[in-house]
T-cell receptor, first 117, second 113 residues
Framework: AQSVAQPEDQVNVAEGNPLTVKCTYSVSGNPYLFWYVQYPNRGLQFLLKYITGDNLVKGSYGFEAEFNKSQTSFHLKKPSALVSDSALYFCAVRDATSGAGSYQLTFGKGTKLSVIP | DAGVTQSPTHLIKTRGQQVTLRCSPKSGHDTVSWYQQALGQGPQFIFQYYEEEERQRGNFPDRFSGHQFPNYSSELNVNALLLGDSALYLC????????????FGQGTRLTVV
């Protein structure tokens, strides 16, 4: 079974400061990892993904994430937070090994990011 | 380029009724997945359709069923609605199976009263 943990329900950061949203995962095989953002009453917007290759992945809107296999983590980062980054962030994992269970995305419970002006 | 579109955006149903939600995938995508997002939770996988067949199913009862049409659009049907079925239902599309990242629609907010 695959799972995702987002240990912080809420993260507060001052505008202009760096931000980190934490994610750890568990999967049987190799992971495909994703970050999505959700604004109020909206669907999920794709931010970035890790499939293979470089451990540092760059995505939309200046976000990046670092894959750490030994710590089974995929933390989302941004060097300088904007007020408009305030939203709900979801980490998701999929098992890269083909077969039963490999098609579905498993999401964390989400982390609410508040950027304070 | 149209993204994933879902209809309706909001829906109110009475307990015991049946509901059908619709999804059109992003242009060029042939795989459709459905997720249920309860308030304050992350999305939960319901099932995935590819080549008009259900390819994988999450931990949802048989009251939840679906269909994919030759044009890749999809429907989610829920029978005998319960109050606990109230949620945001999200459709996601991708290319191939298993595909790369999934793109999500805006969702259908279902309220069961």
């Amino acid at each position: 079974a695959q799972s995702v943990a987002q240990p912080e329900d809420q993260v507060n950061v001052a505008e202009g400061n760096p931000l980190t949203v934490k994610c750890t995962y568990s999967v049987s095989g190799n992971p495909y990892l994703f970050w999505y953002v959700q604004y109020p009453n909206r669907g999920l917007q794709f931010l970035l993904k890790y499939i293979t290759g470089d451990n540092l992945v760059k995505g939309s809107y200046g976000f990046e994430a670092e894959f750490n296999k030994s710590q089974t983590s995929f933390h989302l980062k941004k060097p300088s937070a904007l007020v408009s980054d305030s939203a709900l962030y979801f980490c998701a994992v999929r098992d890269a090994t083909s077969g039963a269970g490999s098609y579905q995305l498993t999401f964390g419970k989400g982390t609410k990011l508040s950027v304070i002006p | 380029d149209a993204g994933v579109t879902q209809s309706p955006t909001h829906l109110i149903k009475t307990r015991g009724q049946q509901v059908t939600l619709r999804c059109s995938p992003k242009s060029g995508h042939d795989t459709v997945s459905w997720y249920q997002q309860a308030l304050g939770q992350g999305p939960q996988f319901i099932f995935q359709y590819y080549e008009e067949e259900e390819r994988q199913r999450g931990n949802f009862p048989d009251r939840f069923s679906g269909h994919q049409f030759p044009n890749y659009s999809s429907e989610l049907n829920v029978n005998a609605l319960l109050l606990g079925d109230s949620a945001l239902y999200l459709c996601a599309s991708s290319q191939g199976l298993p595909g790369p990242e999934a793109f999500f629609g805006q969702g259908t907010r279902l309220t069961v009263v």
